[in-house]
């Protein structure tokens, strides 16, 4: 049977147990927290779960050369030289009766023309002009092929007074072959060579030797 100091006892022990689970509880919290504090304190030292490496620096990367820019900066290429005239030195002479008297004194033979340089005189005491072109005035190539003058634009004709000399050039339009070995001048074509108003007149033109 327990006495009143037995259950007092009891009491006491009960109340120190308590305080003794509550130290402890309380020492357990707080030791919890103080891992906690420490945990938070050192988790910026942890790299973040799936974070991505840091990028590489970028390395610059020199543009391709532009097809076009190189096109442009090419040197344009050389123009082709026109091949050079070739020049021939004459001295034929050609008279008509109408009192024409016609000098070759060369023939240039160019890409474009043939060009002859002359010297025309007129003497004749019936008229006081005369014309060489008022018909059909070429040179003929051994082929045949005719080179038709160019008339000039202030003698169409190539009207010449009378005891008047013309020096000058008659262009013919067409070249000839460089190997040509002669050429025929034709003025008035199918005139006969008295006619006062436009005499006709054939010269031949040795150009190799005869």
Excluded: W
């Excluded at 070249?175 to 060579?193: E, H, T």
């Amino acid at each position: 049977m327990h006495t009143p100091s037995d259950a007092l006892h009891t009491v006491v022990s009960i109340r120190r147990t308590r305080v003794a689970v509550r130290k402890a509880t309380a020492l357990g919290l707080a030791t919890a927290a103080l891992l906690l504090a420490a945990c938070k304190d050192r988790a910026p030292e942890a790299p973040a779960v799936g974070a991505a490496p840091a990028a590489a620096p970028a390395v610059a990367t020199p543009p391709a050369a532009s097809t076009t820019s190189a096109v442009a900066a090419a040197p344009p290429a050389a123009p082709v030289a026109a091949a050079s005239p070739k020049r021939v030195p004459l001295a034929v002479q050609g008279v008509a009766a109408a009192g024409v008297t016609v000098r070759i004194k060369a023939v240039e033979i160019g890409a474009d023309a043939t060009v002859l340089d002359v010297s025309i005189s007129f003497a004749n005491r019936i008229t006081n002009t005369t014309m060489l072109a008022l018909a059909d005035t070429y040179l003929q190539d051994e082929t045949g092929a005719r080179l038709h003058i160019k008339r000039p634009d202030n003698n169409r004709d190539i009207t010449i007074r009378e005891g008047e000399t013309l020096d000058g050039q008659l262009v013919f339009m067409g070249a000839v072959s460089p190997s040509a070995r002669k050429l025929k001048l034709v003025f008035n074509d199918g005139n006969q060579d008295d006619n006062i108003v436009a005499p006709g007149l054939v010269v031949d033109l040795p150009l190799q030797g005869g």
